[in-house]
C-alpha cells in the first residue's frame, strides 16, 4: 500500500492562488480547456463503458444540461452550485450540482461514491476517489449552506467555493467548509484485538470502533471515552497510525492504535449490536481465507482494514 489510502492523494494542484480570482474563475467557467465534473444527490457521473472513470464535461455540456435541468436562468453560473477542485495541466477542473434528470449517454451513470471506491481501490491505490470525493464534499456543503447561519440572509459562493460570504450588509459573516473528526480505534491488548459490529450493518460486518469527537476533546480524549461508552473497556497509551478523508458527508477519519487495560466487554446496545476480543491468529486466518458469511472484516478501502492488516503483519 502506498502512503496514501482511497480519498486521500488528490491528484490536482488545487491551486489557492487563483481561487481569489474571479476574473480568472470567469474565464475558466466558459473556456473550452476546462472540465467538469458532474453530480446528482451527491453521486458523481461516471463513464462505464470500459474502465469506471469519471465522465467529464465541458462548459457548453453544463450549460446546456443546466439549461434543461432549469436552474440555468440565461447561463448564468450564479443559479448553479459549482466548485473549483484545482488546475490540470492547462485545464482547470471544476464540479457541479444538478438537481433534475439531465440527459446523461448510455454508457454514463450516476453511482454512489461508495461504489466507485470500492471498485476503484479493489486493487490498492487510486487517485480518482480522492478528486470524487472533494468534489461531493464542497457541493454538498456549498448546497446546505444558500443562507447564513448566522441571520438567516442569503450567501454567495466565493474563492470557487471554498467560501461562502453573507449578502446582509449588517452581517457580512464567512462561512468555510468544514471537516469532522472522526476517530477510527483499533484497540489491542496482547494477541488479541477488539473488534465490533455496529446497529444495522450487513450481516456478519466486523471493525474497529469509532465515533465522532466531541468540542473541546483531544484525540487521546476522545479514543478513551468513545471505546468506554461502547464497551467498558479502559484504554492506555494512544498512537497515531494514519488518517482518511471520508466524504459522507465530511469527515477525516483519524486511525490510532489504543491499548486496552482491561477485557470485560460492557455493551452499549443503543449503539453495538456486538464486541468482542479476536486472536490474530484466527484473524490470520480469515484473511488468507477471504472471511465467511458468519464473520466479515473490513474491505480494503477502509482505514480499519489498514489497522487491522498492520497488526496482524507484526509478530
Ligand atoms: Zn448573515
Known amino acids: 500500500m502506498t502512503d496514501n489510502c482511497i480519498f486521500a492523494g ?25 472540465r467538469f465534473l458532474l453530480y446528482a444527490r451527491g453521486r458523481p457521473l461516471m463513464n462505464i463503458s470500459e474502465d469506471l472513470k469519471p465522465a467529464f464535461k465541458t462548459a457548453d455540456n453544463i450549460k446546456a444540461i443546466a439549461v434543461m435541468d ?3 436562468g440565461g447561463g448564468n453560473w450564479d443559479n448553479i452550485d459549482w466548485t473549483f477542485l484545482g488546475i ?21 451513470k450516476f453511482i454512489d461514491l461508495r461504489s466507485v471506491a470500492l471498485q476503484l481501490g479493489a486493487d490498492g491505490f487510486n487517485a480518482v476517489p480522492s478528486l470524487l470525493g472533494r468534489g461531493k464534499m464542497l457541493l454538498d456543503w456549498n448546497g446546505r449552506r444558500h443562507f447564513c447561519s448566522g441571520c438567516g440572509h442569503k450567501t454567495r459562493a466565493e474563492r470557487g467555493g471554498y467560501l461562502r460570504k453573507c449578502l446582509n ?6 462561512h468555510f467548509p468544514r471537516t469532522d473528526p472522526v476517530v477510527i480505534m483499533f484497540v489491542v491488548s496482547g494477541d488479541k484485538c477488539l473488534l465490533g459490529r455496529g446497529k444495522g450493518w450487513p450481516e456478519g460486518n ?14 487521546e480524549e476522545a479514543v478513551r471515552r468513545e471505546i468506554f461508552e461502547e464497551t467498558g473497556i479502559k484504554t492506555g497509551r494512544v498512537s497515531y497510525v494514519k488518517s482518511q478523508p471520508w466524504p ?17 466487554i460492557t455493551l452499549d446496545e443503543d449503539e453495538l449490536e456486538d464486541a468482542d476480543w479476536f486472536d490474530k491468529a484466527y484473524l490470520r486466518e480469515i484473511l488468507a481465507s477471504g472471511g465467511s458469511a458468519s464473520f466479515k472484516i473490513p474491505p480494503k478501502i477502509a482505514l480499519a482494514r489498514y489497522l487491522l492488516d498492520g497488526w496482524l503483519q507484526e509478530e
Open 88 to 108: 490540470d495541466g492547462d485545464a482547470a477542473i471544476f464540479a457541479v450540482a444538478i438537481t433534475g434528470k439531465p440527459d446523461i449517454a448510455h454508457d454514463e
Open 206 to 219: 466486523y471493525s474497529a470502533l469509532a465515533g465522532f469527537m466531541e468540542p473541546g476533546e483531544s484525540i
Open 169 to 174: 450588509e449588517a452581517c457580512k459573516a464567512e
Open 70 to 72: 432549469g436552474i440555468n
Open 248 to 264: 459522507f458527508p465530511s469527515s477525516l477519519m483519524i486511525g490510532v492504535r489504543a491499548e486496552g487495560l482491561t477485557r470485560k
Open 10 to 34: 488528490f491528484p490536482l494542484d488545487p491551486a489557492d492562488h487563483v481561487r481569489g480570482n474571479e476574473k480568472w474563475l470567469s474565464e475558466k467557467l466558459e473556456a473550452q480547456s476546462s
